[in-house]
């Protein structure tokens, strides 16, 4: 057993979705205010927002007392010729990823639809065609990550993507290769998608790499169900919302997570972009003491 969930915090946590947007936090708030909030590890998030020179990146973290637990970077490996496009943004994640002496690299699938505007733009399930002509693709480039950088792939279930449900997590799970490929468990998304995250974890304890803790709220996430309404607006009604308002329970994730024979970095995020600027902050604080009074955490 490794013991403890080592914890941390993401851009994600300060309204930070995309590399560029005027109604972001600037990034140097950000660093400044998730190390006031007390917190000592962080990712990336998306490549750009963050500087992207990998020394004074590390000049940056430094100052703060801050290190970097993994990159984050989406794909669309399902789509037929997708290999190089996803190729350069990925590998140019990893790149500084690794330079951050960080092991890890947070892999998103794409949406299926808009995230903001809800409209579908693909087929929301992969055919049984489809399904192991991704996993091959996942496992060839976890397989270049992990030669080229060194770091491990931890690929995370998403709301409105192909890989969202329980069942679709499981069938993942499934087609890819164990020894390249783990998951990112995001508790928020899992709960979001009718999912289990502690099930997942009993289930499969050696699958298990990397965790993001969220909560969301099943009275917005089943008004959200019922319209048909897309993730992003999702997130504007607060269908993410602060620990322990919401769901999944936190103590009983912690303490299977504390069972697992693994080093675990358990890295909070909160969906709310956009938001007001002074909002993260205390909800930061207040998250990271909720989370301490749950248990041990390194």
């Given at each position: 057993?490794?013991?403890?969930?080592?914890?941390?915090?993401?851009?994600?946590?300060?309204?930070?979705?995309?590399?560029?947007?005027?109604?972001?936090?600037?990034?140097?708030?950000?660093?400044?205010?998730?190390?006031?909030?007390?917190?000592?590890?962080?990712?990336?998030?998306?490549?750009?927002?963050?500087?992207?020179?990998?020394?004074?990146?590390?000049?940056?973290?430094?100052?703060?007392?801050?290190?970097?637990?993994?990159?984050?970077?989406?794909?669309?490996?399902?789509?037929?010729?997708?290999?190089?496009?996803?190729?350069?943004?990925?590998?140019?994640?990893?790149?500084?990823?690794?330079?951050?002496?960080?092991?890890?690299?947070?892999?998103?699938?794409?949406?299926?639809?808009?995230?903001?505007?809800?409209?579908?733009?693909?087929?929301?399930?992969?055919?049984?065609?489809?399904?192991?002509?991704?996993?091959?693709?996942?496992?060839?480039l976890a397989r270049r990550i992990r030669d080229e950088f060194g770091l491990r792939i931890q690929f995370h279930p998403h709301a409105d993507t192909h890989v969202d449900t329980h069942e679709n997590v499981e069938r993942f799970l499934h087609?890819?290769?164990?020894?390249?490929?783990?998951?990112?468990?995001?508790?928020?998304?899992?709960?979001y998608c009718g999912g289990d995250s502690l099930k997942l974890i009993r289930d499969h304890p050696d699958r298990i790499g990397?965790?993001?803790?969220?909560?969301?709220?099943?009275?917005?996430?089943?008004?959200?169900?019922?319209?048909?309404?897309?993730?992003?607006?999702?997130?504007?009604?607060?269908?993410?919302?602060?620990?322990?308002?919401?769901?999944?329970?936190?103590?009983?994730?912690?303490?299977?997570?504390?069972?697992?024979?693994?080093?675990?970095?358990?890295?909070?995020?909160?969906?709310?972009?956009?938001?007001?600027?002074?909002?993260?902050?205390?909800?930061?604080?207040?998250?990271?003491?909720?989370?301490?009074?749950?248990?041990?955490?390194?």
């Amino acid at each position: 057993m490794s013991g403890p969930a080592r914890i941390g915090s993401a851009p994600d946590s300060w309204g930070v979705w995309y590399a560029d947007d005027p109604r972001q936090t600037p990034w140097e708030r950000f660093l400044d205010e998730v190390a006031a909030a007390g917190y000592t590890r962080i990712e990336l998030g998306p490549y750009g927002y963050l500087p992207t020179d990998p020394a004074r990146l590390r000049d940056e973290l430094g100052r703060r007392g801050l290190t970097m637990t993994a990159g984050t970077i989406f794909e669309h490996l399902h789509r037929p010729d997708s290999w190089d496009s996803t190729w350069k943004d990925v590998s140019a994640a990893a790149s500084l990823t690794a330079a951050m002496g960080a092991e890890h690299l947070v892999v998103i699938p794409d949406f299926w639809r808009d995230p903001q505007t809800g409209e579908a733009i693909e087929d929301a399930r992969l055919t049984d065609e489809q399904w192991p002509a991704y996993a091959e693709r996942m496992n060839h480039l976890a397989r270049r990550i992990r030669d080229e950088f060194g770091l491990r792939i931890q690929f995370h279930p998403h709301a409105d993507t192909h890989v969202d449900t329980h069942e679709n997590v499981e069938r993942f799970l499934h087609e890819t290769d164990p020894a390249l490929v783990s998951l990112c468990l995001d508790t928020g998304h899992i709960a979001y998608c009718g999912g289990d995250s502690l099930k997942l974890i009993r289930d499969h304890p050696d699958r298990i790499g990397y965790v993001h803790l969220k909560q969301v709220d099943p009275g917005v996430v089943a008004d959200v169900h019922d319209k048909g309404i897309g993730f992003g607006e999702a997130v504007r009604m607060g269908a993410m919302c602060e620990p322990p308002l919401g769901v999944p329970e936190m103590p009983p994730i912690l303490e299977a997570l504390a069972e697992l024979d693994a080093e675990i970095f358990a890295i909070v995020e909160q969906d709310m972009y956009p938001c007001p600027a002074d909002q993260p902050l205390p909800i930061a604080k207040r998250t990271l003491a909720y989370l301490r009074s749950c248990g041990p955490l390194r």
